[in-house]
């Protein structure tokens, strides 16, 4: 086991190959260079794989392969946002109080307000009850 991270170590694999490498294949090689035991490869991988998507050096090629960020050209790795948002906002993407508030509530709570008076709790009134604590 080296005094290196798991992401440094991850990154000397990488660089070294000359192609990107599978996620799978990766992992299995950072725990042979570190030593990890089946007991611990479990219990560390969620960790690893999620240092692995937040590190800037590292970039995912798409399904689940990864390679060095240095390697390649902005155009190539960057994700264009405008293609996973919109200025419009759908219908079914509205918050539910939005909902309400296009003038729906009168309507919604319609039969709640005939019913309040049928509704309304009468406490016990017996006085025995009270002696009895």
């Not at 000397?12 to 007991?39: A, H, P, Y």
């Not at 759908?90 to 939005?98: G, M, T, V």
């Not at 909902?99 to 309040?116: A, P, Q, Y």
Request: glycine letters at 4%; charged letters at 40%; hydrophobic letters at 25%.
């Amino acid at each position: 086991m080296s005094n290196k991270s798991l992401l440094d170590v991850a990154y000397e694999i990488i660089s070294q190959e000359e192609n990107s490498i599978s996620f799978n294949s990766l992992w299995v090689k950072v725990c042979e260079v570190e030593g990890i035991d089946e007991n611990d490869k479990i219990g560390k991988i969620g960790k690893f794989y999620t240092s692995l998507v937040t590190d800037g050096r590292f970039v995912n090629l798409g399904d689940n392969t990864w390679d060095l960020r240095s390697k390649y050209t902005f155009d190539k790795v960057h994700i264009d946002m405008s293609d996973c948002y919109s200025d419009e906002e759908e219908e079914e993407d509205k918050d539910p109080e939005e909902l309400l508030s296009d003038g729906d509530e009168d309507e919604i709570f319609k039969d709640d307000d005939e019913n309040d008076d049928e509704s309304e709790y009468e406490p016990d009134t017996d006085s025995d009850s009270e002696e009895d604590l």
